[in-house]
Structure formats: C-alpha cells, structure tokens
Nanobody
C-alpha cells in the first residue's frame, strides 16, 4: 500500500514537499513515480526515480522546479516542489513499478502499484 501525504494550500512561488510511504512490502528494487491529475484533465507524469536513486526523470513542466528523491531504508519517496504555480494545482499520486513508467521507458515501462492521492492547491 502506498500513501501520499504533504499536500495542501500554498501561494504561487511557494514550496511543498510530498511524501509517499509504502507499507506491506519493500519497494527498494522498484522505480518510484509521481503523477498528477488536475480537474477536468487526464492524469499526467511528473517525475520518476530508478530503484537506486541514481537516475531521475522529469516532465518538462517539473524540470528545474521539482526534485524527486527516495529513501529505501524508509520505503519512502519524496517530491520537493519549489516555485509552485497555479497550474500545478492537482491531486498528486505516487506510484511504483518494476520498471520506470512508460513515459520514460516506452513500451517496456509501466506502473504496478498506485497510491492514494494528495491534493495540492496553488493560489495566484
């Protein structure tokens, strides 16, 4: 089970740090991902990190502002979000997979586990 937390309300330009803790099994050998879904829009990829934490990947909208990291000892992944914009408002979901998501790895990619989302609201 994956549980995201850390969402909330923030003014534009502010920061939030999301966390996603896993329980029930170890995810140290899995890639971790963050996705988001804004009202009326499809879910979109935000960031991913490989099993070791040595490689990270970002959507164009997140690059330079967001940082994904992981702590395998705590079975937790983080998303540090800086310089937030109103268009970042969405429900953010964490996910885990034996491979990186298809947005990164193509046809061989995928997500095996989805977490419950956490709402992020950025006001202008």
């Amino acid at each position: 089970q994956l549980q995201a937390s850390g969402g909330g309300w923030v003014q534009a330009g502010g920061s939030l740090r999301l966390s996603c803790a896993a329980s029930g099994r170890a995810f140290s050998g899995y890639a971790w991902d963050w996705f988001r879904q804004a009202p009326g829009k499809e879910r979109e990829f935000v960031a991913a990190i490989n099993w070791s934490g040595g490689s990270t990947y970002y959507a164009k909208s997140a690059k330079g502002r967001f940082t994904i990291s992981r702590d395998n000892a705590k079975n937790t992944v983080y998303l540090q979000m800086n310089s937030l914009k109103p268009e970042d408002t969405a429900v953010y979901y964490c996910a885990a997979g034996r491979n990186l998501p298809s947005e990164v790895a193509g046809i061989e990619g995928g997500v095996d586990y989805w977490g419950k989302g956490t709402q992020v609201t950025v006001s202008s």
